[in-house]
T-cell receptor
Framework: GESVGLHLPTLSVQEGDNSIINCAYS??????FIWYKQESGKGPQFIID?????DKRQGQRVTVLLNKTVKHLSLQIAATQPGDSAVYFC????????????FGQGTRLTINP | DVKVTQSSRYLVKRTGEKVFLECVQD?????MFWYRQDPGLGLRLIYF???????EKGDIPEGYSVSREKKERFSLILESASTNQTSMYLC????????????FGPGTRLLVL
């Protein structure tokens, strides 16, 4: 079945470094992808999205890259700050209709001072 | 800004009780969703609604029901709470198209004793 997974469950980076969080998806029918950030005890917060007709999209300090050939999605966070500590997970619309999303398990990002 | 609110942040109930979780969104979104989030299992869709009085089962609907009498409000009902329904419950809403972000509420952490 379809699945959205993450290559690494945890990631530690030094403050100020760039972070890269990866996501693999299996459903080639997916045409919309989202990255969420979830801080402890809070609901997921939208970070950035990308449609399948794009390879790259940039936001403020974040970039999402989409490689449809290998079904891979990544989130790059530039100049990581302590406030970036959270669980990040990707989601795809997976062609399930009615805008249902399939979510990855999440990667915990820890920032070292 | 999109705002999705949930009636309670924390709830403690006893086995067998009927539990109501309420969600309200202020963006006139057609779609509303209820998820539960458990460690190691990620976000799982319980039910969603694409219009007033319309509902569709998600991946894990057993033991739950929903109600949507008004567009802005979506209620999740645990008919007879059980300990395995202890979880974080997240409500989300979105526009109706297939390439729209879901916006989440802060979550309700439910403990069933």
């Amino acid at each position: 079945g379809e699945s959205v997974g993450l290559h690494l469950p945890t990631l530690s980076v030094q403050e100020g470094d760039n972070s890269i969080i990866n996501c693999a998806y299996s459903n080639s029918a997916s045409d919309y992808f989202i990255w969420y950030k979830q801080e402890s005890g809070k609901g997921p917060q939208f970070i950035i999205d990308i449609r399948s007709n794009m390879d790259k999209r940039q936001g403020q300090r974040v970039t999402v890259l989409l490689n449809k050939t290998v079904k891979h999605l990544s989130l790059q966070i530039a100049a990581t700050q302590p406030g970036d500590s959270a669980v990040y997970f990707c989601a795809e619309n997976s062609g399930r209709g009615a805008q249902k999303l399939v979510f990855g398990q999440g990667t915990r990002l820890t920032i070292n001072p | 800004d999109v705002k999705v609110t949930q009636s309670s942040r924390y709830l403690v109930k006893r086995t067998g009780e009927k539990v109501f979780l309420e969600c309200v969104q202020d963006m006139d979104h057609e779609n509303m969703f209820w998820y539960r989030q458990d460690p190691g299992l990620g976000l799982r869709l319980i039910y969603f609604s694409y219009d007033v009085k319309m509902k569709e089962k998600g991946d894990i609907p057993e033991g739950y029901s929903v109600s949507r009498e008004k567009k802005e409000r979506f209620s999740l009902i645990l008919e007879s709470a059980s300990t395995n329904q202890t979880s974080m419950y997240l409500c989300a809403s979105s526009y109706w198209t297939s390439q729209e972000t879901q916006y989440f509420g802060p979550g309700t952490r439910l403990l069933v004793l």
